[in-house]
């Protein structure tokens, strides 16, 4: 609960003296000591820099789009509204959780790392996680109880790779961006720490844990598509996976200070002990137990062929 409290106090902050600053400083963004803007001393073309679809200013780091209000705006409501309904469609997600991060929730994010000595780290050094900056073939070789190991194994078990995150494109700081775009890259590494799986009714549950870690607005929307799960796994989220969400979500350390590239040879149960997440039941194993139910089931009420028929 001290946990949460601080985050909202932070949130609360960060909103009061962000709300008169429509575009962030990218300049400000690239040393950490001038990590706090102060709106009253920008000029007033980084303060209210108004442009249009036809006047677009210069992007602050490769691949940036700087949005117009409307554009935001109808990008919002758009890729809100198609990963309700299709949660597959990972590049509307994508930009559904940019365009809603600013102007506060992503600065909140971002200044939790910058109160974690761990987190000023990250954001020095600006790690990238890929199959290949891992070397996943050297995690396949550590022993089972690492985090490597059992991060390297649900990759394998679920058939993805840590080299599909899209780049991020409508967060005007490029500092910011860089923290969704960790936050994104660190996915994988949460579905591990919980061994939640891809299905959408482990997806769920995860995201609901991360809005209760993270307060990311496109978390807490892609909690509401667990309306789309069967009768069957709505009662099982609601009865099991969102009070746990929401339990370790709010006590946990802020898992976006967490520097995944150092802690991959300890052992995983330790760092979970750490950060205060313990681990949901088995969703996997609940799911394949229902599937061989219903088989056995219907085995059960099909006439074996070997049996007469009653005349």
């Not at 009253?40 to 200013?57: D, E, G, I």
């Not at 117009?68 to 930009?95: C, F, H, K, Q, Y």
């Not at 996943?136 to 599909?164: F, I, M, Q």
């Not at 350390?253 to 040879?265: D, F, G, H, P, R």
Request: with cysteine; hydrophobic share 35%; proline share 7%.
């Amino acid at each position: 609960m001290e946990v949460a409290l601080r985050r909202s106090t932070a949130f609360v902050a960060r909103s009061s003296t962000s709300s008169s600053m429509l575009w962030p400083s990218a300049a400000a963004a690239l040393h950490l000591s001038s990590h706090h803007h102060h709106p009253h001393n920008a000029s007033p073309s980084q303060q209210h820099y108004r442009f249009s679809s036809l006047t677009r200013p210069p992007p602050n780091y490769p691949g940036h789009v700087p949005l117009t209000r409307l554009e935001r705006l109808a990008l919002t409501v758009g890729s809100g509204l198609m990963s309700l309904r299709d949660p597959r469609r990972g590049d509307l997600i994508a930009t559904f959780a940019e365009v809603t991060a600013t102007p506060y929730f992503i600065y909140r994010l971002r200044d939790a790392m910058l109160g974690s000595a761990t987190g000023r780290r990250i954001l020095r050094d600006r790690p990238r996680i890929t199959s290949t900056s891992l070397d996943l073939p050297r995690l396949r070789a550590l022993p089972g109880n690492t985090l490597g190991r059992t991060y390297v194994a649900w990759l394998d078990r679920e058939g993805v790779s840590p080299d599909t995150r899209s780049a991020v494109r409508y967060i005007d700081d490029e500092e910011c961006a860089y923290v969704m775009q960790r936050y994104r890259e660190c996915h994988d590494f949460y579905h591990a720490l919980t061994g939640l799986p891809v299905v959408r009714e482990g997806e769920v549950a995860l995201k609901a844990f991360e809005f209760a870690n993270t307060l990311l607005p496109m978390t807490g929307l892609s909690v509401f598509a667990a309306a789309t799960l069967k009768k069957s796994e709505r009662r099982r989220f609601a009865t099991t996976y969102l009070p746990w969400a929401v339990r370790n979500g709010l006590r946990a350390a802020e898992v976006i200070n967490v520097y995944w590239e150092e802690e991959l040879e300890r052992d995983v149960k330790d760092l979970r002990r750490q950060l205060g997440v313990e681990p949901p039941p088995d969703l996997r194993a609940i799911r394949q137990a229902e599937r061989d139910e219903r088989r056995r089931q219907k085995a059960a009420r099909e006439p074996s062929a070997s049996q007469p028929g009653v005349v």
